[in-house]
């Protein structure tokens, strides 16, 4: 467990680091030919205050909010240190936030200054600017933010960054997150220091052995999640802490992730369930049109037995693998499960998935595949991780054990209650909404779960999205949701019921799945409106509704379903940027979908 931080803030490590070992490597960045190259600890220090001397000499002072809108890049990392070099909050924002979101965000947390990553957000911002008196400064990187502000702070002598620096302690506000939201208006979750000190030393301690994919490796880890989001904002900091090399990529999608994998080679990542899921589709799909699909198959069947008896034998409850499947995996790993690993960059032996659940089934292959992936739970509200999977004893379908120095509890009405130095403080300006979160220094979370016998958790849905049919039946959408979503063809899907009398399903599909699944049929391709009515691609997602009905009673089951033409988006208002579904406005944009299934 890592100690309680006494003093200072989370710019000074970068200072002592570069003091330390200033020729270490410390992050990789891509030049204007998409090459990696390498950043060390002395230069990011200098760029860290530099860019501090300018954001004092633009008049950004101790205290003061400063907002980071912007795609996951190398000076979004670069800003956040200055500003905390200097005892400034930082308050990121969505890049694919609408106006209202922006006015209401830099209004409530009473924002002096904005950096925004390209012409779009600037005039995003410009178009809400007149309702914000109290906005200062807008500078936007692809207009050279970086240079402008290190031109005006040349002039600042650097004992003036320090002496802010030194005025920052662990109780300092470090950042407010504003809760994406799936439903309501966003709230700014205030994380100290503190929290993210605790949180991230504390993984980094718990975790180290899983950085490294071979003793000796460099650690190095690309972080692709938004850095808005509180998970990615997590990885920033353990990685800068922990001396991990940290990398940035801008899209969180797998066609713009998988070639930044295979030239940054990561040892390990932190990602959510989807991009596991892709990597996994796609591999199936490239074996399919090669005509290995039957082999492929196997092999997953093989990963799956072989990591299975190594759980087993991990929780005293099995001998392991037999000699069979051992020669079974031995074999499948030189044919298969490489090309997975070579797909992900050649030296990932570790991952960690949070966001959302990942299916059992999925972790036990990328196990048996060689990727061991820790699935972890948490919030914004509790810095990110609050559990995670532990190295030694990973049990997949969970979300494993409480990180040290945190404490979980089940109500009796089966919502999760965590504790800990990583929980927030309260949320800005609003002691009743903080007061309905906080009770004596534990965290309600709103998420139902269960722990087992060993203590590992099991998230089994949300208070508030649990359905309760017109017959008084109560059901949690999650897990029916997620094992819908198991079908390599179904992109989406989301449960409803709630005041009816019976649970039905809008799915959505996977267009890039779908069109590989009829070229494999040998048939032309088809618009999305084709689709919805298309006999055997309904047989397929009945295929994968029948499979997830025989976990749930007959009352608990999906009796019909509707596909869509076209996937929710965030555009549209429909998932939150961490791609969460929101239920309701789900339901109202498809309210004449959801009649139709009850006719």
Known sequence: MAAAPLVGGLADIVFDHAEEDPHRVALGRKDADGNWRDVTAAVFRDEVLALAKGLIAHGVRFGDRVALMSRTRYE???????????????????PTS???????MLHDAEVSAVLVEHEDHAMTIASVIDRLPGLKRLWQLDADAVAELTDAGAEVEDEVVHRHRRAVTPESVATVIYTSGTTGRPKGCVLTHA???????????????????RPGDEAATLLFLPLAHVFGRMVEVAAIRGRVKLGHQPELSARALMPDLVTFRPTFILAVPYIFEKVFDAARRKAEAEGRIGPFDKAVDVAVKYAEALETRAFGTGPGPSAGLRMQHQFFDKVVYRKVREAMGGRIRHAMSGGSGMERRLGLFFEGAGVTVYEGYGLTESTAAATANPPERTRYGTVGLPIPGTTVHIAEDGEVWVHGDHVFAGYLGAPQATGAVLREGWLATGDLGS????????ITGRKKEILVTSGGKSVSPAGLEERVRAHPLVAQCIVVGNDRPYIAALVTVDQEA???????????????????????????VRRAVVAANTAVSQAESIRTFRILAHPFSEEHGLLTPSLKLKRRAIETAYAAEVDALYR
């Open 76 to 94: 979004w990392t670069l800003f956040d240190l200055a500003l905390w070099t200097i005892g400034a909050q930082s308050v990121p924002v969505y």
């Open 98 to 104: 609408s106006a209202e979101q922006v006015l209401w």
């Open 514 to 540: 779908v069109e590989h699944w009829l070229v494999m049929q040998g048939r032309t391709p088809l618009k999305p409106e084709e689709l919805v009515r298309d006999p055997d691609l309904e047989l397929e």
């Open 451 to 458: 722990l087992d016998e060993d203590g590992y958790l099991t």
């Open 195 to 213: 929290n993210f000190m605790f949180e991230t030393d504390t993984m980094v301690a718990r975790w180290r052995p899983v950085f490294r994919s």
